[in-house]
């Protein structure tokens, strides 16, 4: 049994399914409202892909600092 049959991972795809069903909904409904004719579909998928990055975990962003080799006595404050 995988990492993928975890029941973790099944809620986190229907969370993610979830998301991406009321992306679809707030988007299909902002471009009705705004008298939309056709749906813009890259707009849509605009939306549906920063709604997704926004849920995942974002990278450290952060300096490691100096590698042991770089280190003296004037520079370990």
């Known amino acids: 049994m995988g990492m993928a049959d975890t ?3 099944e809620e986190s795809r229907l969370d993610r399914r979830a998301l991406i069903e ?8 902002r471009q009705a409202l705004e008298g939309a004719i056709r749906i813009d579909v890259a707009t849509m998928a605009d939306a549906i892909e920063a709604a ?7 990278l ?5 600092g100096r590698r ?3 280190l003296n006595a004037t520079n370990d404050d």
Request: cysteine-free.
């Open 60 to 64: 450290p962003d952060f300096d490691d």
């Open 7 to 9: 029941p973790e991972s």
């Open 52 to 58: 997704l990055e926004a849920s995942e975990p974002a």
């Open 68 to 70: 042991p080799e770089e």
């Open 22 to 29: 009321a992306v679809i909904a707030a988007e299909l409904e």
